[in-house]
């Protein structure tokens, strides 16, 4: 009976939330215990719901940035490279240009910076298990939603996620203004 009570309750967030916008771009900041048993499930979730791009940043001793596609949606895996790391390694090939004479750093702008980015779209919706401002994509996330949910990844359901899309819908983006 219970199983039948959440099949209903979720059929109306679905319902709800099919006549709404849906974020393009979705960063979840996970654990182990996600990417090897819960990311599969998000990733169809999201493809049912359009999102375009997913990014999965979790902590790790490796430091790596790695991108593909999984059937419709782009799939980015960030380990262990935080945004500082990021917009370092950026401005570091700004730094080469300007030295080789192809850039003149009076120039340099925004656009120069994000050329550089592993990341290149920002995300529409952050998903965070805890309280901590997550340290992933900096520069990218400045007008992100923020969504911090009280549960262990290992129990992320698809009525957790379909929470998220409907507090994503009912907040006001305004983009810094």
Not at 39 to 63: A, D, I, M, S, Y
Not at 121 to 132: R, Y
Not at 145 to 170: G, N, P
Request: net charge positive.
């Amino acid at each position: 009976m219970i199983e039948f009570i959440k099949k209903i309750y979720e059929r109306r967030l679905e319902k709800k939330l099919s006549s709404g916008k849906t974020p393009k771009h979705i960063m979840i900041v996970a654990d182990n215990d996600f990417i090897e048993n819960g990311l599969r499930n998000f990733l169809k979730w999201c493809e049912k719901f359009n999102v375009k791009e997913v990014t999965v940043c979790f902590r790790g001793k490796k430091k790596r940035v790695e991108s593909e596609k999984v059937g419709k949606l782009t799939l980015n895996l960030i380990e262990g490279y935080g945004g500082k790391d990021e917009i370092t390694d950026a401005v570091k090939e700004l730094a080469k240009l300007v030295e080789s004479g192809k850039i003149d750093p009076n120039d340099v702008n925004e656009r120069d910076i994000e050329r550089f980015l592993k990341i290149k779209s920002s995300p529409d919706l952050i998903v965070k298990a805890g309280e901590e401002i997550p340290e992933f994509l900096i520069w990218q996330s400045i007008y992100s939603e923020l969504y911090f949910i009280d549960i262990d990844w290992r129990c992320f359901r698809y009525v957790d996620f379909l929470r998220c899309l409907r507090e994503f819908q009912r907040r006001e983006r305004r983009y810094g203004r």
